[in-house]
């Protein structure tokens, strides 16, 4: 019998620690039984999900708190998500109303050992569009793990899906920005998501020029790029079928009257 890959340890939790770790934090990491973790677990395809909400409109902060901005349905169901397949108390996980450009709300996770967890796993830190990442290794390398990541954040940074034309739909369009500094770093990161999307059975377009999005108070330069998944009648069938969304219910239910009308035709 072959040995599972192992992804994480209790070692990779501590060293996300300058000192040592506390030993409550110790004691409540081994009764949550995340570690060790496998490649070809329920676990890792789960937490693979959170690494790409994070590295859509999720956040995580310095201090290791996970944000994430959505519509309330969706973040009532990601809360639960937290409390099912991660032991999460209920009691740390607050939804609050939000009104910046437009309506949304704001699901906090006040549980730092599970963000030292995810940013061991490879879920950026910090200011995304500030700061260099790339799609873990380990999930490129998981035909479960990488359509769970591609859910993750295609829930927040994907268009809706839409039929336009008679056997058309509309080009989903997926996009993300980073200042200058980064705009190679931000191509190489769209062409991951992109080689993923194709991998299982979904035709993209090419990756276009930055566009510019912002000035900073700072004078700092934000500049978009994106790609487009093909809006053809077989293209949006095989995306409901391998990929789809996860929790985001007006997404998932505009793609499944999609598909429904595509196939009627």
Same mark, same amino acid.
């Given at each position: 019998? #072959? ?5 994480l %340890? ?6 996300t /620690?300058?000192t040592? *770790?506390?030993k409550?934090?110790?004691e409540?990491l ?6 060790? @973790?496998f +490649?070809?677990?329920?676990?890792a395809? #789960?937490?693979?999900?959170?690494i ?18 959505? +519509?309330?349905n969706d ?5 639960n998500f937290f409390i099912e397949h ?5 009691s740390?996980?607050?939804?609050s109303?939000?009104? #910046? ?8 996770v006040? %549980?730092?050992l599970?963000?030292?967890y @995810? ?7 910090? &200011?995304k569009? #500030?700061?260099?990442? @790339?799609?873990?290794?380990? *999930? ?10 591609l859910?993750?954040i295609? %829930?927040d940074?994907?268009a809706?899906?839409k ?6 739909g509309?080009?989903a369009?997926?996009?993300?920005a980073? *200042?200058?500094?980064y705009?190679d ?6 062409q +991951?998501i992109k080689?993923?999307?194709e ?5 993209c ?5 930055? /566009?510019?999005? &912002? ?17 053809n009648?077989d293209?949006?069938?095989n995306f409901?079928?391998n ?7 007006q997404k ?5 009257n ?5 196939l009627?035709?």
């Amino acid at each position: 019998m #072959n040995k599972q890959k192992v992804l994480l %340890d209790v070692v990779h939790i501590l060293n996300t /620690y300058q000192t040592k *770790i506390p030993k409550i934090k110790q004691e409540l990491l081994l009764t949550r039984s995340w570690v060790p @973790l496998f +490649q070809d677990s329920h676990l890792a395809k #789960n937490s693979a999900f959170l690494i790409g909400k994070i590295t859509g409109d999720g956040h995580l902060d310095k201090k290791y708190t996970c944000r994430f901005i959505g +519509q309330i349905n969706d973040l009532e169901k990601l809360k639960n998500f937290f409390i099912e397949h991660f032991s999460i108390k209920e009691s740390s996980l607050k939804i609050s109303y939000r009104e #910046n450009i437009g309506k949304s709300y704001l699901l906090q996770v006040n %549980d730092s050992l599970l963000g030292r967890y @995810l940013h061991a796993l490879g879920a950026p830190l910090g &200011n995304k569009t #500030n700061n260099p990442f @790339l799609v873990p290794k380990w *999930i490129v390398c998981s035909e479960e793990c990488k359509r769970s990541y591609l859910q993750g954040i295609f %829930d927040d940074e994907l268009a809706t899906i839409k039929i336009k034309r008679g056997k058309f739909g509309r080009e989903a369009t997926f996009r993300m920005a980073k *200042i200058e500094k980064y705009q190679d770093n931000l191509t190489l990161f769209l062409q +991951q998501i992109k080689e993923l999307t194709e991998s299982l059975f979904v035709a993209c377009g090419p990756i276009g020029q930055p /566009y510019f999005e &912002n000035l900073h108070q700072n004078g700092e330069k934000t500049f978009s790029q994106c790609f487009r998944i093909l809006g053809n009648k077989d293209n949006l069938i095989n995306f409901h079928k391998n990929i789809g969304f996860a929790l985001n219910e007006q997404k998932k239910k505009e793609l499944e009257n999609s598909v429904r009308f595509l196939l009627s035709k």
